[in-house]
Structure formats: C-alpha cells, structure tokens
C-alpha cells in the first residue's frame, strides 16, 4: 500500500469514527416510545408555568388575559437619546419644528442627561448606548406608544421634582420641537 493510500485510510477510519460519536450524541435526548401510541393521538403537553395564552380548541378567548409586552429598556433608550439630542441640536423627528431653538439655558455645557430625571442609580445609563434596531422601527410607528412616552418625558422635564428642570430656559412641549402638534389629545 502507498503512503498516500494509508493516508486516506485513516482519513476514512476518522470520519467514520466522528461520524459514530455524532450520530451517537444527537439521540441522546430522544425517548423512544414503543406503546404503539402516535403523535397525532396524544395529548397536548400541559402549559409551563400555567400559561394564560393557551387555549383549548373551541374555548373563547379572553382578551383581559392578554398583557402588553414590556417595551425592552435599549428600545426607549433609543428614544430617550433622540429627544435629549433635540435639546440642543436640531430635532431629527419626521416634522421638525422650523423655528426651532433650544429650550436649554446652556445647550453647550449644561445639557440634559439621563441622570437629571433617573435619579435612583438602579439603571448604569452608559451601559444602555443608543442603538437603532428593528424593534425600534416597530414602537416610531406606534403613535399611541409615542404619544405617550414623549408625555411622560416633557412631564418629567417641565417637573421641580427632577435636575432636567433647573437647566431648562423654558417649558418644553411637543412644539418646541415638532411644527405641528403630534399628539392631538
């Protein structure tokens, strides 16, 4: 035999034997079942954990067990960024205000920063960068979402109960940075 044809040999010999410990290793969470029982006339699994959204064919559905998912931090982050930047830089929403001016007694050295209104230090802010992902895109789309986050943000800003305030020139609205109003509530 040749050096080359030892060579294959044992080539060979090891793929089949990491063929063996592959093949050997993906069954190994399998349980067989010999009772002549099939998977199309079994029970379904009982729900972990009791999960409300599992229903039974036929069992109306209860919409008040339905709860609003929890918009992820990164995602209102993102938003949070966006509206501090419009602070003292022209405002990037779809209909920026055309005479806008920043509503900060010092847009350069005295800006608003997350701090200013999240005063409990639960949340390290520089571990939240602003970052633009899918999700994102999903929540700008979602006026009622965004009505109601950017309330609760002028609120807070305009509020003697946080930092944000004492470095305002001005109260801030959605006018200080939007041309028309947004949120016609």
């Known amino acids: 035999m040749t050096r080359i044809a030892r060579g294959n040999v044992s080539v060979l010999l090891g793929l089949l034997a990491g063929a063996s410990v592959l093949s050997a290793g993906c069954s190994q969470n399998v349980e067989t079942v010999r009772d002549g029982e099939r998977l199309e006339d079994s029970a379904p699994p009982p729900p972990a954990g009791g999960n409300p959204l599992v229903f039974t064919a036929g069992e109306p559905l209860d919409f008040d067990a339905f709860e609003e998912p929890e918009v992820p931090p990164f995602v209102k982050a993102f938003f949070m960024h ?50 633009r992902v899918p999700m994102t895109d999903v929540y700008e789309n979602d006026h009622e979402f965004m009505a109601d986050l950017m309330r609760k943000w002028v609120a807070r800003l305009n509020s ?25 509530d």
């Open 160 to 184: 003697d109960e946080y930092f944000a305030r004492a470095k305002l020139a001005r109260p801030v609205d959605c006018l200080t940075c939007h041309a028309t109003h947004p949120d016609p």
């Open 82 to 131: 966006t509206w501090v930047e419009a602070l003292y830089s022209v405002p990037a929403n779809n209909n920026p205000n055309p005479d806008w001016t920043s509503p900060l007694l010092d847009p350069v050295d005295n800006r608003v920063w997350c701090t200013d209104c999240h005063v409990s230090g639960q949340v390290d802010f520089e571990n939240i960068p602003k970052m």
